[in-house]
């Protein structure tokens, strides 16, 4: 069974730094793009950053370029967001998400469960 | 960036009632690399449609997508009381974006 359950999110202030991990299993992680969606409460879906297979590729929205780092471990089995320089407006939850074939040009077919960052002094 | 803009925001319909849900992009989406995902409150979001058309495994046939281009559109054709959730539309170019939901609620 795929399971991807992250980690490490809390209270932190503007300003301040938190890295979120996902744990995977169930599948070859090796094989799969990975991405970060978050989503601020009671808004939207927001796709944040994804990573290669071997992390030899990596994107960004916009407003976290320059703060934010997605990084992968694949003897781990695990999925990284470092997150510095964090704002209000970046309070959601987070959520790692598999694409669903080796190729980034795929949608997300599994969802870890989020954990809550918040942002606030 | 393509901007996806989802209408209307808010439906409200009874169990048994035919649900048509529409997405427009801002500029042409790339192969159909269209998606749909239903989210239900305190829970991730699943994925519905794919490729603008295509069920993705276990999701029910009373669900169906269409369109090209710009303009998509999810289909439910019978609201079963489980169906009553958020769903959102998203590009899976290189750089993704969702739409803002349409939230389909009991009338």
């Known amino acids: 069974e795929v399971q991807l359950v992250e980690s490490g999110g809390g209270l932190v202030q503007p300003g301040g730094s938190l890295r979120l991990s996902c744990a995977a299993s169930g599948f070859t992680f090796s094989s799969y793009w990975m991405s970060w969606v978050r989503q601020a409460p009671g808004k939207g879906l927001e796709w944040v950053a994804n990573i290669k297979q071997d992390g030899s590729e990596k994107y960004y929205v916009d407003s976290v370029k320059g703060r934010f780092t997605i990084s992968r471990d694949n003897a781990k089995n695990s999925l990284y967001l470092q997150m510095n320089s964090l704002r209000a407006e970046d309070t959601a939850v987070y959520y790692c998400?598999?694409?669903?074939?080796?190729?980034?040009?795929?949608?997300?077919?599994?969802w870890g469960q989020g954990t809550l960052v918040t942002v606030s002094s | 960036e393509i901007v996806l803009t989802q209408s209307p925001g808010t439906l409200s319909l009874s169990p048994g009632e035919r649900a048509t849900l529409s997405c427009r992009a801002s500029?042409?989406?790339?192969?159909?690399?269209l998606a749909w995902y239903q989210q239900k409150p305190g829970q991730a979001p699943r994925l519905l449609i794919y490729g603008a058309s295509s069920r993705a495994t276990g999701i029910p046939d009373r669900f169906s997508g269409s369109g090209s281009g710009t303009d998509f559109t999810l289909t439910i054709s019978r609201l079963e009381p489980e169906d009553f959730a958020v769903y959102y539309c998203q590009q899976y170019g290189r750089f993704k974006t969702f739409g803002g939901g349409t939230k389909v609620e009991i009338k």
């Open positions: 998400a598999r694409h669903s074939s080796g190729w980034s040009y795929r949608p997300f077919d599994y």
């Open positions: 500029q042409s989406v790339s192969s159909s690399y």
